[in-house]
T-cell receptor, first 113, second 116 residues
Framework: EDQVTQSPEALRLQEGESSSLNCSYT??????LFWYRQDPGKGPEFLFT???AGEEKEKERLKATLTKKESFLHITAPKPEDSATYLC??????????????FGAGTQVVVTP | GAVVSQHPSWVICKSGTSVKIECRSL??????MFWYRQFPKQSLMLMAT?????????EQGVEKDKFLINHASLTLSTLTVTSAHPEDSSFYIC????????????FGDGTRLSIL
């Protein structure tokens, strides 16, 4: 059975204190791994898609990397506005043809000034 | 680009009434739309997948007669919660994606449904 596990569940950072979030996955075949950011009371906002091991994507203070078993979301010198829940999701090759995603439980990040 | 609008954002209604939630893709054609439910402090739970012009595919345990989904055009899908009861109170979120298989889903801002 496909599984997506995110760690830690929660992360409290000082402004400027870099850190990494982990998303480990078990799927029979990976078609894509997606990172989203969700603010309270809002829908998830798309950040990155990674398709193959070794791939990296960057956007401002965020950088996502992918291996065959896990993905990391690195937050460099975070600011308070980076506070959010970060969700990881995978699309497996064995899923239906419509692109269904399996989500992890998320990591809640709080960045204090 | 890739904007998804969901309406209403908040609805309160009495037990036994039906509630319709709309999900629109504003700047792209959404071949597939997804409906999720999210409980506090939990991740998204997929309820159903809908494709334009086809019947929705429901996840195990989701009552298709309770949660009616219509995807009549490439830009609009609706979720109707029929005869809603307090246990249906939740945060409902839709997402939409185009026809390329591994394109990302883009999400609406959700609807907070409270049944009294």
């Amino acid at each position: 059975e496909d599984q997506v596990t995110q760690s830690p569940e929660a992360l409290r950072l000082q402004e400027g204190e870099s850190s990494s979030l982990n998303c480990s996955y078990t799927v029979s075949g990976l078609r894509g791994l997606f990172w989203y950011r969700q603010d309270p009371g809002k829908g998830p906002e798309f950040l990155f898609t990674l398709y193959s091991a070794g791939e990296e994507k960057e956007k401002e203070r965020l950088k996502a990397t992918l291996t065959k078993k896990e993905s990391f979301l690195h937050i460099t010198a975070p600011k308070p506005e980076d506070s959010a829940t970060y969700l990881c999701a995978v699309q497996a090759t064995t899923t239906d043809s419509w692109g269904k995603l399996q989500f992890g439980a998320g990591t809640q990040v709080v960045v204090t000034p | 680009g890739a904007v998804v609008s969901q309406h209403p954002s908040w609805v309160i209604c009495k037990s036994g009434t039906s509630v319709k939630i709309e999900c629109r893709s504003l700047d792209f054609q959404a071949t597939t739309m997804f409906w999720y439910r999210q409980f506090p402090k939990q991740s998204l739970m997929l309820m159903a997948t809908s494709n334009e012009g086809s019947k929705a595919t429901y996840e195990q345990g989701v009552e298709k007669d309770k949660f009616l989904i219509n995807h009549a055009s490439l830009t609009l899908s609706t979720l109707t919660v029929t005869s809603a009861h307090p246990e249906d109170s939740s945060f409902y979120i839709c997402s939409a994606k185009g026809s390329v298989f591994n394109q990302p889903q883009h999400f609406g801002d959700g609807t907070r449904l409270s049944i009294l």
